[in-house]
RNA sequence: GGUAGGAUACUCAAGUGGCCAACGAGGGGAGACUGUAAAUCUCCUGGGGCAACCCUACACAGGUUCGAAUCCUGUUCCUACCA
């Protein structure tokens, strides 16, 4: 199988300026290729993983990828599919976004230089910035009609938005997206960019002016945009984007997200995100559809997308964490799982006096840790049965807790109806 | 500006002197069933108390009454019709 049928067999073939010219040159040979990633955060979000992956598709066919960072695009702001102008970033801010992204980009291709297809990591500033806007003028915007850049989609809609607009700025950031593909041509032999389907338009500016001014074919290719089937966007949850930064998004919530994905989804982003093959996602899909609610198909989802982003260590945790927190007992409960628990839900610290002697009134530890928000709801959260302590059901109003019920001398685990649990940190 | 009608809990909406912390629906919570799903079914849904009961609440402020969401007066806001 080639990176391409691979790509197809996968649905991430979205569009491609010259499929079987393409499919010759890969033919003969490694070729190199580049994605950018503008550094509009401090971090990336599942959302941008997928041209990522497909670098690293195409690395491990033994093609080699550049991964860009957009410190100059990031600096401009790409239109394409913002419905308005954006607030350009500090400098400062930039710089900031740079160095973290940079960290994570190198988390998912191998940099390992003892390979012939090393990847390697760049940053667009290095050779915008040097460039002149005169020189700039010249040499690539003579190039380009106003008429087709007005054409292209990412301008059209915000033209046609009276209300909004695009700035001049904006309009201008096709052009040094182009660029440097030119100049990634011109330096790395780069003959191949990649990028989601919104990017169609900024990689054809890049093939068009690398064919005007250095006569060369060089190809584009992009993405699907992932949808779920729900319509809901693809990397939101109720609590925002799912980054891959484990201080935004806990490694916990990162799973989770995972697990949680629809089932008419799931066999779909196996092959999107993960470099399982045809056969064994074959298998997953069979058992899947067999029995949906063993649900191996998200389990082997989640693993995997956890594995290559935070390890396989940090993946462990995260997986045992959800045991806990849908699932058994505490029993067999290592105190590194339960820390782990501790850290992914609301706490309140409770001094160890309290719990010696009568105890602590379960009534006054639910409220105290925010689970029910008064007394009386308490109360009927505990005769509906909807309370559990270190995942134990408790129905008695008059529970007290004690030493006993304290795990590690540190932690008791409550709950309240299937999924809100809080920690009692002993101090 | 005139006339008429209205303002009830998260939302909609019943209630026109005591049986009203207030019918019903939606939403939310819990339980059962399940797959950390969907659907379905049951219960709960102002605060405190084990409870009797107490407090707070039917736009706001007063009043009548043993007793007011309900009657009266004034105020504010909304809606409709007329100017």
Known sequence: MTILEDLHWRGL???????????ERL????????????PTADSLHVGNLVPLIALRRF???GHKPIALAGGATGSIGDPSGKKSERQLLTKEVLDHNIESVKTQLASILDFNEAIENTARLVDNATWMAPISFLDFLRDVGKHFTVNSMVAKESVRARMEDRDVGISYTEFSYMLLQGYD??????????????GGSDQWGNITIGTELTRKKAGATVYGLTLPLITNADGTKFGKSESGAIWLDPARTSVYRFYQYFINVDDRDVIRYLKYFTFLDQDEIAVLEKQHEENPGARVAHRALAREMTQLIHGEEATDDAIKASQILFGGGLEDISENALREVANEIPNAT?????????????LDALVESGLSPSRGQAKK??????????????????SKLTS????????????????????????
């Open 13 to 23: 073939l979205n569009d491609c300026t010259a499929e079987e010219a393409l499919v």
């Open 27 to 38: 033919a003969e040979g490694p070729i190199s290729l580049y994605s950018g990633f503008d």
């Open 59 to 61: 690395q491990n066919y």
């Open 181 to 194: 593909f030119y100049h990634l041509y011109q330096s790395e032999n780069c003959e191949l960019q990649i």
């Open 350 to 362: 409770v001094s160890s006096d309290t719990l010696s002697g009568e105890g602590l009134s379960l």
């Open 381 to 398: 959260d505990i005769q509906g049965g909807g309370v559990n302590v270190n995942n134990k059901r408790i129905q008695d109003l008059q």
């Open 404 to 427: 006993p019920d304290v795990h590690f001398d540190k932690y008791i685990l409550l709950r309240r109806g299937k999924k809100n649990y809080a920690a009692l940190i002993v101090e």
